[in-house]
């Protein structure tokens, strides 16, 4: 007997609470003060999409095989080589990867280009130095 009355203390007071939580919740019958704010719209916005980077893709071809793939998308370029194992190892194989990665072109050189010679190299030593003091 005793538990039962207890049982019905906790379920009463649990109801209550849950009554005053729904009434504290309920919302007001007159609506939020809103605040009026002026348009100003003197300059119209533009947006300057950026121009879409260069991309070219060249290819080299050896029997109607592709060979090597040049890759330049804006300022970076790689190259793609396709996978061929050394001997008889097949694609799978621990001697023979499936898979090759890019290469990057970190820098370039021209080894083509003219150097100066002698004489010029020394007229223009001789315009930006100073003449020597005596």
Request: cysteine-free; proline content about 9%; glycine content about 6%.
């Amino acid at each position: 007997m005793m538990r039962n009355s207890k049982l019905w203390q906790v379920l009463l007071l649990s109801l209550s609470a849950l009554a005053a939580s729904a009434n504290a919740q309920s919302p007001s019958a007159a609506p939020p003060k809103l605040e009026k704010i002026e348009e100003v719209a003197e300059d119209p916005i533009t947006v300057n999409a950026k121009p879409a980077p260069e991309k070219k893709i060249t290819e080299k071809r050896e029997g109607g095989r592709v060979t090597e793939v040049k890759v330049k998308s804006g300022k970076s370029s790689y190259t793609l080589k396709p996978n061929n194992p050394a001997g008889s190892a097949l694609p799978g194989d621990a001697t023979g990867s499936a898979n090759r990665g890019p290469m990057w072109t970190v820098k370039e050189f021209d080894l083509g280009k003219k150097k100066k010679t002698s004489k010029e190299e020394e007229g223009a030593a001789d315009e930006s130095a100073p003449p020597a003091a005596k």
